[in-house]
């Protein structure tokens, strides 16, 4: 008997059985197995797996898996996961993922990236994106760009009109009308009729005179 390796015991509703380096336990509706580096426990709805550095738990409609630097867990119609540096998460029709620097998340018809100092949103038909000290966003037919922080130079759009403006000089034009002004000089055009004004001398011309 005493060469024997095998053990088992049985009391009421717990047994146990050992048998080399594997030991298994049952109570109730809880069990766990262990072998070597590998243990395994389950009670009711919810079990843990054990192997190495990698583990795996369930309970319901919850698992967690980890793997070194790489985790997931999902619950209902949520997940997330993360590997060394980038992680994910999910969520109905919401999702977000990031990655060093870089992230990105999406929800319904709006989404957002962001990449060291450059970021985009996008949301049903306007968008906006930043990169440094230039911005641009869009909405249906009007659209926004601008440069450096001083807002030295901008331009928007927006249907048959449009604006730029740099430093001391800006431009508009809508249909078939334009205006463009530079520090004292200014000129306007309409169809066949044009304005010029510098200083104290200005100049209009008509197609039809």
């Not at 059985?17 to 030991?23: F, G, I, S, Y």
């Not at 109905?92 to 949103?121: G, L, P, R």
């Amino acid at each position: 008997m005493g060469a024997n390796r095998k053990g088992q015991i049985a009391q009421k509703d717990k047994w146990m059985t050992a048998e080399k380096d594997k030991l298994s336990t049952a109570q109730k509706d809880k069990w766990v197995t262990a072998e070597k580096d590998k243990w395994v426990t389950a009670q009711k709805d919810k079990w843990v797996t054990a192997q190495k550095d990698k583990w795996v738990t369930a309970q319901k409609d919850k698992w967690v898996t980890a793997q070194k630097d790489k985790w997931v867990t999902a619950q209902k119609d949520k997940w997330v996961t993360a590997q060394k540096d980038k992680l994910s998460t999910a969520q109905k029709d919401k999702w977000v993922t990031a990655e060093k620097d870089k992230w990105v998340t999406a929800q319904k018809d709006k989404w957002v990236t962001a990449q060291k100092d450059k970021w985009v949103t996008a949301q049903k038909d306007k968008w906006v994106t930043a990169q440094k000290d230039k911005w641009v966003t869009a909405q249906k037919d009007k659209w926004v760009t601008a440069e450096k922080e001083k807002w030295d130079k901008w331009v928007t759009a927006e249907k048959e009109k449009w604006v730029t403006a740099q430093k001391d000089k800006w431009v508009t034009a809508e249909k078939d009308k334009w205006v463009t002004a530079q520090k004292d000089k200014w000129v306007t055009a309409e169809k066949g009729k044009w304005v010029t004004a510098e200083k104290d001398k200005w100049v209009t011309s008509q197609s039809d005179k």
